[in-house]
């Protein structure tokens, strides 16, 4: 269906250049998926980069370029920029496109950008062909090698980038299974155990009479007691039942209720939109983004407050984790041979799950870690991968 209006169809040529640049901004195949995933109900840069998976910056400097070619439009919204077509330059478009299409000469290439709703906008690309002086250039033949070269160079890297991220995955879930296996261990036997002990040093301790026996016993009754409220917070810390039982938005809260009895930090917990159980995976990933998120608080960042928050909107889960603290340099820790490694970690973690990381974080004004994470991937197939 082409998309048409009265001021089109008196007028339906703009100047060649404005047309060129047009069809130059949309040339580009990441801004067509861009203008997909606007017509499937996408709005904000966050939005589209969780479907397309990219980064939210890569998004946003592709959508100023469509904004600067008049397609879309962008407005102000309560949580942030969005965007939206402008039908009427659409439609403009599509009618200077169908003239053009009517002339003889014209061999087209067909590209569909869907708008809102079931209506689509069908724009018709002429594709010259390559002149004549490149063809007929002493060079083409060495340039077409290169060519070549290069997209054999570029299909390896992507090949050994998709074995890479098995292989992440593979350790990540191996990591888990051990986790989870190590939390088990320390519940049901040494955890057992230490129990065991308690209750034999209380016998023991009724049964004597010494006073000084009695002191020796409870002193180690009391070191027993430690030991064992120890080894129930490291089986927590592994694997928490309370994400497997309850979901991720209790667990969370547990969480930092007992990070704020074990830090000097006051951590407030947010939740908005989360109505059921996510898929596992996701569960996982984002329990385990933000409890790293703490532990920097708690080591690094000196901060004496700091908030999480955990909100559905539309498909996208959106875990954040903010401090008042001393704050860092983003570029140059994430540059860092060691320091670095827990947030590489976290984002890691996340591109597992086609989510993205973003870090806001300025010397002395605090720190400000996003985590975003599509709940359905493109197609409308839900999220599943194997949970350790």
């Not at 478009?93 to 069908?122: K, W």
């Not at 004496?304 to 539309?314: C, D, E, F, I």
């Not at 820790?333 to 984002?347: A, C, E, N, Q």
């Amino acid at each position: 269906m082409v998309v048409t209006s009265a001021d089109a169809i008196l007028n339906p040529l703009p100047p060649s250049h404005d047309l060129a640049q047009t069809l130059g901004a949309i040339s580009h195949p990441l801004r067509l998926e861009i203008l997909s995933a606007l017509g499937s109900g996408a709005s904000a840069a966050s939005e589209i980069a969780g479907e397309l998976r990219i980064e939210p910056a890569q998004a946003r400097r592709h959508l100023r370029a469509l904004v600067a070619s008049g397609l879309i439009r962008s407005y102000p919204a309560d949580d942030g920029e969005r965007f939206r077509f402008d039908e009427q330059s659409v439609a403009l478009l599509n009618a200077s496109l169908v003239s053009l299409l009517s002339r003889p000469e014209s061999s087209p290439a067909t590209a569909t950008i869907p708008l809102r709703g079931n209506n689509r906008n069908v724009l018709s690309l002429d594709v010259p062909p390559a002149p004549e002086a490149c063809a007929n250039c002493q060079n083409s033949a060495f340039v077409g090698r290169v060519l070549d070269d290069l997209d054999r160079a570029i299909a390896e890297a992507r090949e050994y980038h998709s074995r890479l991220q098995q292989l992440s995955s593979q350790v990540l879930g191996a990591h888990e299974a051990e986790r989870k296996r190590i939390a088990r261990e320390l519940h049901d036997d040494t955890a057992q155990s230490l129990t065991s002990i308690l209750v034999r040093l209380r016998l023991l301790e009724r049964s004597v009479d010494d006073s000084e026996v009695r002191q020796n016993i409870a002193e180690l009754r009391e070191l027993t007691g430690n030991a064992l409220d120890s080894v129930r917070r490291m089986a927590v810390d592994l694997r928490p039942t309370a994400l497997d039982d309850l979901g991720l938005a209790a667990a969370l809260r547990a969480y930092v209720e007992k990070f704020s009895r074990t830090w000097p930090v006051e951590v407030q917990f947010l939740t908005a939109g989360i109505r059921r159980r996510l898929p596992p995976n996701v569960e996982l990933v984002l329990y385990r983004v933000v409890q790293e998120a703490l532990t920097n608080v708690a080591k690094h960042s000196s901060a004496s407050s700091a908030q999480v928050s955990l909100k559905r909107r539309n498909n996208v889960i959106t875990a954040a984790v903010c401090d008042d603290g001393r704050g860092f340099n983003v570029e140059a820790v994430t540059r860092s041979d060691g320091s670095g490694l827990g947030l590489f970690g976290i984002k890691e973690r996340l591109l597992l799950v086609g989510g993205t990381l973003e870090i806001q974080s300025t010397p002395g004004r605090g720190t400000a870690i996003t985590a975003r994470v599509p709940v359905y991937a493109r197609g409308g197939r839900r999220v599943q991968v194997a949970n350790g």
